[in-house]
């Protein structure tokens, strides 16, 4: 299946400091690509949708002024968590979706990137 | 997007089949049944994808009953790698209404 890739895997920041995540497609172009967190012994939670060069749209109770997402090539996507806070801690998941291939339009999951806020 | 039922959890011997149910009673016509899988601590893993047929991949095989009410999603010879949590999603493949959304999924724990 098609690759998605986060860096970093895991990331230790202090509260107050904004922490920037990547998420690329490998071997695909990705018109559309998404974040979702995730607590633990929880389920994946939608926070947003991004489309390559075009703003996101946040899913209800997300705050796009906390979580900026930027998508600005059809292969990468960032996430940028802003004056974070231990509630932030979380695992943080990108998605993207390959258009192509038999109708089918399959979404692709990176490795999830782990952030604690001290 | 139809929401879904599943076991929280089961248990599978080693070797043997995993059959893993999922219903999706208020489905609607042109959506389609993704199932994924997260492996501890893991981004979900892609595993197949049905719309009214039967589909069977490398890793395993969807049956979707003809009333497209419910699905199982079979491992035909589970090992201990399999071991995660299971989720089954209905979605549209076009528009907004195409997100991929998850519920609380199956735990199977595949035992020796």
């Known amino acids: 299946g098609a690759v998605v890739s986060q860096h970093p895997s895991w990331v230790i920041c202090k509260s107050g400091t904004s922490v920037k995540i990547e998420c690329r497609s490998l071997d695909f172009q990705a018109t559309t690509m998404f974040w979702y967190r995730q607590f633990p012994k929880q389920s994946l939670m939608l926070m947003a949708t991004s489309n390559e060069g075009s703003k996101a749209t946040y899913e209800q109770g997300v705050e796009k002024d906390k979580f900026l997402i930027n998508h600005a090539s059809l292969t990468l996507s960032t996430l940028t968590v802003t004056s974070a806070h231990p509630e932030d801690s979380s695992f943080y998941i990108c998605s993207a979706r390959d258009p192509s291939g038999q109708g089918a339009k399959t979404q692709y999951f990176g490795p999830g990137t782990r952030l604690l806020v001290l | 997007d139809a929401k879904t039922t599943q076991p929280p959890s089961m248990d599978c011997a080693e070797g043997r089949a995993a059959n893993l149910p999922c219903n999706h009673s208020?489905?609607?016509?042109?959506?389609?049944v993704y199932w994924y899988r997260q492996i501890h601590s893991q981004g979900p893993q892609y595993i197949i994808h049905?719309?009214?047929n039967n589909e069977t991949n490398e890793m395993a095989s969807l049956i979707i009953t003809e009333d497209r009410k419910s699905s199982t999603l079979i491992l035909p010879h589970a090992t201990l790698r399999d071991t995660a949590v299971y989720y089954c999603i209905v979605r549209h493949h076009t528009g907004t209404a195409s997100k991929l959304t998850f519920g609380t999924g199956t735990r199977l724990q595949v035992t020796l």
């Open positions: 208020t489905i609607s016509g042109n959506e389609y």
């Open positions: 049905g719309l009214k």
